[in-house]
C-alpha cells in the first residue's frame, strides 16, 4: 500500500488526513511520510545484504534533519557536495566515517573541514583538486582517502540538466585521463587512494546505462591492478529514477541485482549514492487554491504554492500528478492550469489537468520529497514552506514556515 491514499474520501499520509495538515500548519506545506523513506532505504540496504555495502544517501535530494537523522538512524552513509550538507548530516547524528564528498568545486574550508572529521573519502574530480588536497592533508599531517569520479561517457537518456556522464559535461575525470590520474595520486604522499566512482546522471528509468557505466570502471580496475593499483571500493553513483507519470524504472532490488551479477567475482565494497529515488515519492506538497479564473478560454487555478517552492515544472519542463485532497467535488471537471502566483509565465505546476476545483480546495502535489524543498526559494520574498513529517498518526513540524521578518534578517537600509 503507499503511505500515500484515499480513506474515507480524504488524501492521507499514512494514518493522517491532508486536510488536518492544512488545517494545523496551513499552506503551502510539505509532507514527508517516514514509513516511505524507510522502506526505500531498506529496498535499497536489504538487496545489498550479500556484499558489503554502504548506501550512502545525496542529501542534496532533501536535507532536512529530521530525514537525515531517520536515516542515520536506520545506519545509512551520506553523500554531500558541500560543507553545509556536512554540517547537516553531522547535526543529524550520520557517522562521518560514512560520508563520501562529491561535487566538481569543493574549496579548501570545506576539504579542510571534511579532513578535520574524518569522512570516509573525497570524491575528486580533477588532478587540480587532487593535488590540492594533498596540500591540504600535508599541511594538517593527515592522509585524505579518495575515490577518483570517473567520468564513463554513457549516456543516461535523461533530461540534459540532470545528465552527468556524458563527457563533454564539467564532471569527473575523463576516461582516457584517468589511469594517470591514479598512478599520480598512488604517489603523492598524503593521498591514500581507496575507490572509483562515478554518477551519470539522474531520473534514470533503465539499467542498462548503470551496467555500461560499471562495466568501464571494471575495465579501468584492471588497468589499475596491473599497475599495482588496489582499490576497496567501487562506487556506481545515484539516478535511479522514480515513477512520476507513466515512467516505469526499475526497483532498487532489480538494479542491485544487475550491479550485483556484474560484479559478482570480485570482493570490491560496493556504494549507491541514491537520493531521488528514496525520498521524491515520500513527499506530497499540499497548496490550496486562492482564486479560478478563465483568460481567453483558459482556466486557470492560481495556487498558494509556486515556482519558489517547486521549481521542478519550470527548471526541468517536470510533470507532477496533482491530486484534489478531497476524492469527490461536486464541482464541474475541466481542465485547469495549475499555476502561482509568481510574476513569471513559467510560473506553474501543472498544465491542462482535468480536475473538478473550486476556489479554497486543497490539492496535494505528488513526488515532491526530492529536489522539492532543497530548491525552494524566497524569490517574490516567499517564505519558504512549513515541513510535516507523518510517522502513523502522528504530525511533527520538521522545519516551521518561514516569516518575512526573517527574510530582511541581515539587510540593511543605507
Ligand atoms: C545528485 C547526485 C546523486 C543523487 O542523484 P539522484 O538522482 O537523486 O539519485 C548521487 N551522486 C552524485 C555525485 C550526485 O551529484
Redesign the pocket.
Known sequence: MSEFHYANGQLCAERVALNKVAERFATPAYVYSRAAIESQWHAYDDALAERQHLICY?V??NSNLAVLSLLAELGSGF?I?SVGELERVLKAGGDPSKIVF??VGKRTDEIKRALDVKIKCF?VESLSELSRLDQIAAEKNLIAKVSL?INPDVDAETHPY?S?GLKETKFGIAYDRALESYIQARDMTNIDVVGIDC?I???ITTIAPYIDALGKLLDMVSELRANNIELQHIDV????GIRYQDESPPAPQELIKAVCDTIADTSYEILL?????IVGNAAVLLTRVEYIKENSGRNFAIVDAAMNDMLRPALYDAWLSILTVNEQNSAAVAAYDIVGPVCESGDFIGLNRELSLQEGDLLAIQSAG??GFTMSSNYNTRPRAVEVMIDGSEMIEVRRRETVAELMEGESTL
Open positions: 545525496a542534496k535530494a553523500d557536495v562529491s561535487g570524491n569520479r540532470i552527468t554518477h546522471g539522474s531520473q553513483g545515484g539516478g535511479l549514492e541514491p537520493g531521488r529515488s526530492a529536489y
